[in-house]
């Protein structure tokens, strides 16, 4: 049984022996985010924390996997738990309209650790978070996946998601051909 759980210090020691373990709660920016939140959490754990709940857009602006600076979406991070770190789950959204700018490849975005994957973790954690996207006012979540991650795909599908396109990144990142489901809510 796993559940997602708002970021707190009763569960910050889990989530970085997993970070040190060599997991990336980021599928983009991969060990370059494991060092990033290594250094904030060593330096202020609190602030860490707090960085991962943001729903009013207060944070810095986002470096792009280029470099380019964007404004910040309202947003918020849980992490999947089992008892202990067992993954990463994501919800940004724009204000007012379930769009998405076209720099931001989708509403949700997860990551469960390697020795925790293949238990059905990401799509129930999927299922989760569609209950705070409708909370949060959205009509549909868009999320995208690499043509070659056929697991991620199997929890969009298993989550109500219909493939809307196959499409090219921005440059910014990479511009790899990409999969974008929709899941209606």
Known sequence: MIEIVKPAL?????????????WSPDNVRLMEATREQLAAIEEDPIAFLASLDDPEAKGPPIALPDGTKVPRLPGFRRWIWDGEAAGSIGLRW????????????????????????????????????????????LDY???TTDIDNPPSQKVILANGGTLVERFFKVAAYGGAESLRFRIDL
């Open 141 to 143: 979540v868009e999320i």
């Open 10 to 22: 009763e569960h910050l020691p889990s989530y970085k022996a997993a970070l040190e373990r060599g």
């Open 94 to 137: 724009q204000k007012g309209t379930s769009a998405l700018p076209p720099h931001v490849l989708g509403h949700i975005g997860y990551a469960v650790v390697p020795w925790k994957r293949g238990r059905g973790y990401a799509s129930e954690a999927l299922r989760l978070m569609l209950e705070e996207a409708r909370a949060v006012g």
